[in-house]
């Protein structure tokens, strides 16, 4: 495993490369995972329309969000020889967020990146949201999607005969310094039979994980990914 230098431009700038499964893949700190062999991106939990469903509910939260996202994701389509966009689970927020703006985003989006197979593996906000618009051509599949040596799903698990690629628990890891300071930044999660991916989207919570034995955190802040050492507790 190993750094790419911070003097290398581009999309894979501040990345971290690493093996899964016998692949070469890069831990980008736009939030995804790119698999250059198969020109593969994934993303997870998108929760596009979320600040809309918020407001449908009563709750003034501000707009632009969708619109964020989406820049954001095109800035890595654009930047990377992309031939599959791979969402794990959570596109939609709720069946609220299928307002006519969010829809509108969502259409000229879609019109700059035609070429670029989408594929969908229904997250539990999916369920309730409904699948994307047909005028998408995004392919909905049930977890687990085999994808070579990954499984694509939205939930973390095991049992399954593939590496695990996840979302789901939009993780989190605090990271401590002198005089009890602390930092709390979305990370990737690398567990021998699955690899958690950090939210994509922008108005999502976070679930802080601990440290355990055999699980490798990638913590993601100021434009780079770099694995977080595992400090055993103090003991008295």
């Known amino acids: 495993m190993a750094f790419l230098s911070l003097s290398d431009t581009g999309v894979l700038a501040g990345s971290h490369a690493t093996t899964l499964a016998g692949e070469s893949v890069h831990l980008l700190a736009q939030h995804a995972l790119w698999w250059p062999a198969r020109a593969t991106l994934c993303i997870a939990d998108l929760h596009l329309g979320k600040a809309a469903t918020f407001r449908a509910r009563g709750i003034p939260v501000p707009a632009g969000t969708t619109e964020g996202n989406l820049e954001r994701l095109s800035a890595l389509l654009l930047g990377l020889p992309v031939r599959r966009l791979v969402v794990l689970g959570d596109f ?3 069946a609220q967020a299928r307002t006519p703006a969010v829809l509108a985003a969502l259409a000229a989006w879609r019109e700059r990146h035609p070429a670029v197979e989408l594929v969908l593996v229904r ?3 999916d369920s309730h949201a409904g699948d994307p618009p047909p005028a998408l051509g995004m392919a909905v599949v049930d977890e687990p999607w085999p994808l070579g040596p990954f499984a694509a799903c939205h939930h973390p698990q095991v049992g399954v005969p593939l590496h695990v690629l996840a979302g789901h628990v ?4 605090v ?3 002198p005089g009890r300071d602390a930092l709390r930044l979305p990370c990737f999660a690398v567990h021998p039979q ?8 922008l108005f ?3 679930a ?3 440290p355990e034995a055999g699980c490798q955190l990638f913590a993601v802040g100021g434009e780079r990914v770099w694995p977080v050492p595992h400090i055993p507790a103090r003991t008295s």
């Open 123 to 125: 997250g539990n906000h």
């Open 175 to 177: 990271l401590r310094g």
């Open 92 to 94: 939609l927020h709720a």
């Open 194 to 201: 699955f690899t958690l991916l950090p939210a994509f989207g």
């Open 170 to 173: 939009h993780p989190a890891v």
């Open 204 to 206: 999502t919570g976070m």
């Open 208 to 210: 802080s994980l601990a």
